[in-house]
């Protein structure tokens, strides 16, 4: 079992920047893929940010294209710890965001098996 546990959510005015953690515990993240997903009120969980582990310390990063540019996803196995830099953000991105993991990777939320409860990011114009 993964527990996947969001921090760093808050108000932030448009332009500014946050950075989201999600810290894990229960198994070590090095080879699993991990996301990060958000759901706005009355919309459905779409895809931010993931990231796969292609073996030793190589891995891909991949973005939707509505944050491509914004958002930097990385990852510090030794803190068993995923983070989602975002910048230049704009009331559309306002929503809850999800960490998720598995041990395969997939691009879709359906893909992943283990969730944390999200974190609220709020951005005002």
């Known amino acids: 079992q993964v527990q996947l546990v969001e921090s760093g959510g808050g108000l932030v005015q448009a332009g500014g920047s946050l950075r989201l953690s999600c810290a894990a515990s229960g198994r070590t993240l090095r080879s699993y893929a991990m996301g990060w997903f958000r759901q706005a009120p009355g919309k459905e969980r779409e895809f931010v940010a993931s990231t796969d582990w292609r073996g030793g310390s190589i891995y891909n990063a991949y973005y939707a294209d509505s944050v491509k540019g914004r958002f930097t996803i990385s990852r510090d196995d030794a803190k068993n710890t995923v983070y989602l830099q975002m910048n230049s953000l704009k009331p559309e991105d306002t929503a809850v965001y999800y960490c998720?993991?598995?041990?395969?990777?997939?691009?879709?939320?359906?893909?992943?098996?283990?969730w944390g409860k999200g974190t609220q990011v709020t951005v005002s114009s």
């Open positions: 998720a993991a598995d041990s395969v990777y997939g691009p879709r939320a359906d893909d992943y098996d283990y």
